[in-house]
T-cell receptor
Framework: DQQVKQNSPSLSVQEGRISILNCDYT??????FLWYKKYPAEGPTFLIS?????DKNEDGRFTVFLNKSAKHLSLHIVPSQPGDSAVYFC???????????FGTGTRLKVLA | DVKVTQSSRYLVKRTGEKVFLECVQD?????MFWYRQDPGLGLRLIYF???????EKGDIPEGYSVSREKKERFSLILESASTNQTSMYLC???????????FGSGTRLTIV
């Protein structure tokens, strides 16, 4: 049973526009969420995080929104750049645990 | 910066072989993890360790074991390799859960 779901396997966006990547989860006990970016043949790199006590966190061009009632997380990238083309994973954990559960990933392609 | 080093980028092994994947981190992190990444399935946790000689099963431990004799090194062992273990294997470490993970570059393992 997939507790963290990314229902869009791929997304294409024009350079300069907004990219919105979505993530849904089923476990209401999740209290901390991360987004990772992964280029081919490299390990994932941490992008941004959000705690369940917040509904928004911003870091430069990247903003993560959390809607706890809907169990929904989204990552906004504004403006999108060709170098943002990668696979994006969301991940979640419950309080007191060390392990994160990852989604299946969304491949973002930013077109120049 | 924390560095997580996986000993091989690409590996080809035969069915039935015992395979060792090595991972070393250089920042004294307590927690280390092994994931595999497969298309459409995202990152799935195989095993993790929160201290030397301590280990816990993840979501898909069958066919694998791990060893953590020293804090900096976490090895994944495929006891008798099978073709369904062909995958990208990712090692990660973390200091605290809210800091997320630092991943290695991955090992692309092919079992023939």
């Amino acid at each position: 049973d997939q507790q963290v779901k990314q229902n869009s396997p791929s997304l294409s966006v024009q350079e300069g526009r907004i990219s919105i990547l979505n993530c849904d989860y089923t476990n209401s006990m999740f209290d901390y969420f991360l987004w990772y970016k992964k280029y081919p043949a490299e390990g994932p790199t941490f992008l941004i995080s959000i705690s369940s006590i917040k509904d928004k966190n911003e870091d430069g061009r990247f903003t993560v929104f959390l809607n706890k009632s809907a169990k929904h997380l989204s990552l906004h990238i504004v403006p999108s750049q060709p170098g943002d083309s990668a696979v994006y994973f969301c991940a979640a954990r419950t309080s007191g645990t060390y392990k994160y559960i990852f989604g299946t990933g969304t491949r973002l392609k930013v077109l120049a | 910066d924390v560095k997580v080093t996986q000993s091989s980028r690409y590996l080809v092994k035969r069915t039935g072989e015992k395979v060792f994947l090595e991972c070393v981190q250089d920042m004294d992190h307590e927690n280390m993890f092994w994931y595999r990444q497969d298309p459409g399935l995202g990152l799935r946790l195989i095993y993790f360790s929160y201290d030397v000689k301590m280990k816990e099963k993840g979501d898909i431990p069958e066919g694998y074991s791990v060893s953590r004799e020293k804090k900096e090194r976490f090895s994944l062992i495929l006891e008798s390799a099978s073709t369904n273990q062909t995958s990208m294997y990712l090692c990660a470490s973390s200091l605290q859960p809210n800091y997320g993970y630092t991943f290695g570059s991955g090992t692309r393992l092919t079992i023939v």
